[in-house]
Nanobody
Framework: EVQLVESGGGLVQAGGSLRLSCAAS????????IGWFRQAPGKEREGVSC????????VYTDSVKGRFTISSDFANNTVYLRMNSVKPEDTAVYYC??????????????WGQGTQVTVSS
């Protein structure tokens, strides 16, 4: 059974940095994609970033481009999200999810429990 565990969330001041980790276990797929999503109170969940193990291609939502960086240690089934220059609007619960189809477009079947990121102004 695939399990995802996020870590690294917390309270950070605006302009600061944070690194989230997503550790996957039970992965038996040749290739897969891991995405980061976030959901702020009263808002819909949105995709933040994603990386595919097939070619290490990455995608970012516009609001985090240039500030967030996704990286991977696929040998250990771990993906990171480095968050720089954070803003109060980045405050949300951050989830990682795995798509066994290796595309970042859709098909995320497995989800972690989430980690809270709070950015103070």
């Amino acid at each position: 059974e695939v399990q995802l565990v996020e870590s690294g969330g917390g309270l950070v001041q605006a302009g600061g940095s944070l690194r989230l980790s997503c550790a996957a276990s039970g992965v038996a797929f040749e290739h897969y994609a891991i995405g980061w999503f976030r959901q702020a109170p009263g808002k819909e969940r949105e995709g933040v970033s994603c990386i595919s193990s097939s070619d290490s291609s990455t995608v970012y939502t516009d609001s985090v481009k240039g500030r967030f960086t996704i990286s991977s240690d696929f040998a250990n089934n771990t993906v990171y999200l480095r968050m720089n220059s954070v803003k109060p609007e980045d405050t949300a619960v951050y989830y990682c999810a795995l798509n066994p189809g290796s595309t970042c477009l859709q098909g995320f079947e497995y989800w972690g429990q989430g980690t809270q990121v709070t950015v103070s102004s």
